[in-house]
């Protein structure tokens, strides 16, 4: 479903992601873990179509993101780092807007409204503008503005940063829920986050992919190595102890 | 063109859910229509002119004000990532926010309707040349706009946005003025730059050509072509400045 080849990203002489190959099939839920700054959201822009690799490719459910990016955005679910929205619509109209851009009219925009606005618990505020709603409510909003049109393929850039343990473990439940047929993947740095929610771990570091593998697989590694996977995972996103103390304060069990 | 009309619509309501619109439009619109009274009651003729020799001016300044968020605004807090990765081309997304700026536009030149019909309930004026006036003001109002939000799009300022739109409109709009021309020609009379510009670039020749009834379809060419220009370049800066 989403098929990341050799993926380069440079910004000048910067290099944000180096050599990054990974294939998401559909039915997974892929965590994308790392530091801040180690180029999660910069691949995450470009499976989105926001920005071309340096080099490499990205084929989303078969269309190519550079050949045919319009086709690539009909199939993908996107929830931005930050996730901005239209501060002074109302929730309602906000929603309606985004379905309208993607064609989504008549019975079917009323079937999917009813579907978004329940599954992201929106009822008490469709009627609010978006600036007037909680933090909680704001990241539900964008959630629900990325899957408006059942998409196949969904990526989530830190899609629980500022809800609260409550808000979380129902965002767990319900990708869960989202699971079946779809691709999924979403970016976070805490560990504990990826852990509950994730089939498999994609792990960067620096711009470049550390480790591809089942979560299973890595207590099984953690447990052998008779350490926590917490331990384990800082071990590969850590170069010198400086650096690890960065990390470890960044990449939060 | 469907995903154009749906941008075009949520500006429009984003444009008239806030009170900064409002106080756009009456403000223009008092400010141009008192500008014509003014020489109105002077002259005591029945004819729109007055109000179509001020309008550059007032375009050059208000223009630029209506156009200044159309894009700085949603690169500043990020919103052009959620909208250049909805399934729309970036040159639809500009052409949409465009005609939503062309139907304020027009907005603006209705604010002149009682001026109108206060001409009509007085006598017969000519009403084939106040119709030339106020299509030369569409069209040069048209592509101060697409200047407008091309300048938009270069900044994430709105204020940087408005000041730069500001000083080529009034560009546009000074060039064509006959001091200007001399001062110009006079500084460097081997290459005429002033004359040039004149015969070139200026808008202001056109309009008040048409605003006396002189129809010559250079000014609807300049302005759609200009217009066209405008909005394919604001389309490509947007892809080329991803961040």
Same mark, same amino acid.
């Given at each position: 479903m989403i098929e990341v080849e050799h993926f380069t990203k440079r910004y000048g002489r910067d290099t944000a992601v180096e050599d990054f190959s990974a294939t998401i099939a559909p039915g997974e839920i892929v965590g994308f873990l790392g530091p801040n700054g180690a180029g999660k959201s910069t691949l995450l822009k470009s499976i989105a179509t926001w920005s071309d690799p340096t080099s490499g490719r990205i084929v989303v459910d078969g269309h190519d993101t550079t050949k045919a990016p319009l086709a690539v955005r009909r199939v993908l679910g996107y929830l931005p780092e930050h996730n901005p929205l239209y501060e002074a619509m109302n929730v309602t109209a906000f929603l309606r807007f985004v379905a309208r851009t993607r064609k989504i009219a008549g019975a079917r925009l009323a079937e999917r409204m009813d579907w978004v606005v329940r599954a992201c618990s929106l009822e008490g505020v469709m009627k609010k503008r978006i600036n007037q709603c909680s933090k909680g409510y704001r990241q539900r909003i964008g959630l629900a503005a990325a899957l408006i049109h059942d998409p196949r393929a969904i990526l989530l850039d830190e899609p629980t940063h500022g809800l609260d343990p409550v808000q979380v473990a129902a965002f767990r439940d319900f990708l869960f829920e989202l699971k079946e047929g779809r691709a999924i993947l979403f970016s976070s740095h805490v560990l504990a986050e990826v852990e509950a929610i994730c089939d498999r771990v994609l792990v960067i570091h620096k711009g470049r992919l550390v480790r591809d593998a089942r979560m299973d697989a890595l207590r099984d590694e953690a447990r052998e190595a008779g350490t926590t996977l917490e331990e384990l995972v800082l071990g590969w996103v850590r170069d010198t102890p400086a650096a690890a103390a960065a990390t470890a304060s960044e990449v939060t069990a | 063109m469907s995903a154009a009309l749906g941008i075009a619509r949520r500006e429009l309501g984003a444009t008239f859910d806030s009170a900064v619109a409002y106080v756009q439009i009456a403000g223009f619109g008092l400010l141009a229509n008192a500008l014509f009274l003014n020489e109105f009651f002077l002259a005591q003729r029945l004819e729109l002119d007055a109000y179509f020799d001020a309008l550059p001016l007032l375009f050059a300044v208000f223009l630029p004000a209506l156009a200044m968020r159309t894009w700085a605004e949603e690169r500043k807090h990020r919103t052009v990532e959620l909208l250049l990765t909805l399934p729309i081309g970036t040159t639809s997304a500009v052409l949409g926010k465009y005609l939503a700026q062309l139907v304020l536009l027009g @907005? *603006? *030149?209705?604010t002149a309707l009682p001026l109108v019909a206060m001409l009509f309930a007085l006598g017969e004026?000519?009403?084939?040349?106040i119709a030339t006036g106020f299509a030369g003001a569409f069209c040069a109002g048209a592509l101060m706009l697409a200047l407008g939000g091309l300048c938009s799009a270069l900044t994430k300022d709105q204020v940087v946005a408005f000041v730069l739109a500001t000083v080529v409109c009034l560009l546009l709009v000074l060039t064509g003025r006959e001091e200007v021309v001399g001062v110009l020609d006079g500084l460097a009379p081997d290459l005429a730059a002033g004359s040039f510009l004149y015969e070139r670039v200026s808008i202001l020749?056109?309009?008040?050509?048409?605003?006396?009834?002189? @129809?010559?379809?250079? *000014? @609807?060419?300049?302005?759609? *072509?200009?217009?066209? @220009?405008?909005v394919w370049g604001t389309a490509r800066f947007l892809d080329a400045n991803r961040d």
């Open positions: - | @907005v *603006l *030149l209705a004026p000519d009403a084939a040349r020749p056109h309009m008040e050509r048409w605003a006396r009834g002189r @129809v010559a379809l250079d *000014l @609807v060419a300049y302005a759609a *072509l200009g217009s066209a @220009v405008l």
